[in-house]
C-alpha cells in the first residue's frame, strides 16, 4: 500500500525567512512525489515532482524539494518566503504499480509580513 | 484555453435529492478524475478514468456514479444525497497516468451542502 504523510497541520514563517513544509511517504516500490499548492477558493495547483534522478528538485515560484531515501522524506523549501506563498500544501504519492496518486492531508503555511 | 471547467460552483441539496456536478476539459486529456475534499481529510479519489468509455472506483465510489462519454467531459451523479456528501468536489485530468510525467490539472471546485 502506499501511504503520505505530512506530519504539522500548519506552518509559521516570517517573510524572508526559509521555510520547510514535511512530508514522509511509504511505498513497497519507488515512489513517484508531487507537490501541489492550493489557494483559497481554487483547484490544486502542480509545483513540483520527483520521478527519478537528481534529489534536489526545483519546481514553479522558487520552491524546491529534496528527495531522501533512506529517511523517506520529500520535503518542500523555499529559502525566502513570500507572504503570497500563503497557501495550503499538499504532498502526494504513487507507488510503481498503482496508477494514482494518494494525498496527504495537507499543511497550511502562513507567513507573517 | 479555459483548462478544467467545473459547475455549478455552489449547490444545496435535500436529503434525498439527486444532482449532476458537471466537468469538461479543453486540453484533449485522457485522463479525469472526481476527488473530495473535506476538512483535514487531504483528497480522496472517488472514481477516474482513462478515456472515453472506460471508468474506475477510487477510494471513496459510494453514493456516486460517473460516466465518460466523449474525451471532453466526466459528470458525477449523486443519486440520493446524504449529509456526509457535503464536501467540496474537485475535478482533474490528466495526459498520462496520475504519477507519471503529466500533472493534474483541478477545476475550481464545487461545494456542496447536503441538509
Known amino acids: 500500500a502506499q501511504s503520505v504523510a505530512q506530519p504539522e497541520d500548519q506552518v509559521n514563517v516570517a517573510e524572508g525567512n526559509p521555510l520547510t513544509v514535511k512530508c514522509t511517504y511509504s511505498?513497497?516500490?519507488?515512489?513517484?512525489l508531487f507537490w501541489y499548492v492550493q489557494y483559497p477558493n481554487r483547484g490544486l495547483q502542480f509545483l513540483l515532482k520527483y520521478i527519478t534522478g537528481d534529489n534536489l528538485v526545483k519546481g514553479s515560484y522558487g520552491f524546491e524539494a529534496e528527495f531522501n531515501k533512506s529517511q523517506t522524506s520529500f520535503h518542500l523549501k523555499k529559502p525566502s518566503a513570500l507572504v503570497s506563498d500563503s497557501a495550503l500544501y499538499f504532498c502526494a504519492v504513487r507507488d510503481t504499480g498503482y496508477s494514482t496518486l494518494t494525498f496527504g492531508k495537507g499543511t497550511m503555511l502562513l507567513v507573517s509580513p | 484555453n479555459a483548462g478544467v471547467t467545473q459547475t455549478p460552483k455552489f449547490r444545496i441539496l435535500k436529503i434525498g435529492q439527486s444532482m449532476t456536478l458537471q466537468c469538461t476539459q479543453d486540453?484533449?486529456?485522457?485522463?479525469m478524475y472526481w476527488y473530495r475534499q473535506d476538512p483535514g481529510m487531504g483528497l480522496k479519489l472517488i472514481y477516474y478514468s482513462v478515456g472515453a468509455g472506460i471508468t474506475d472506483k477510487g477510494e471513496v465510489p459510494n453514493g456516486y456514479n460517473v460516466s465518460r462519454s466523449t474525451t471532453e467531459d466526466f459528470p458525477l451523479r449523486l443519486e440520493l444525497a446524504a449529509p456526509s456528501q457535503t464536501s467540496v468536489y474537485f475535478c482533474a485530468s490528466s495526459y498520462g497516468t496520475q504519477g507519471g510525467n503529466s500533472p493534474l490539472h483541478f477545476g475550481n471546485g464545487t461545494r456542496l451542502t447536503v441538509t
Open positions: 511505498v513497497s516500490g519507488n515512489p513517484y
Open positions: 486540453m484533449n486529456h485522457n485522463y
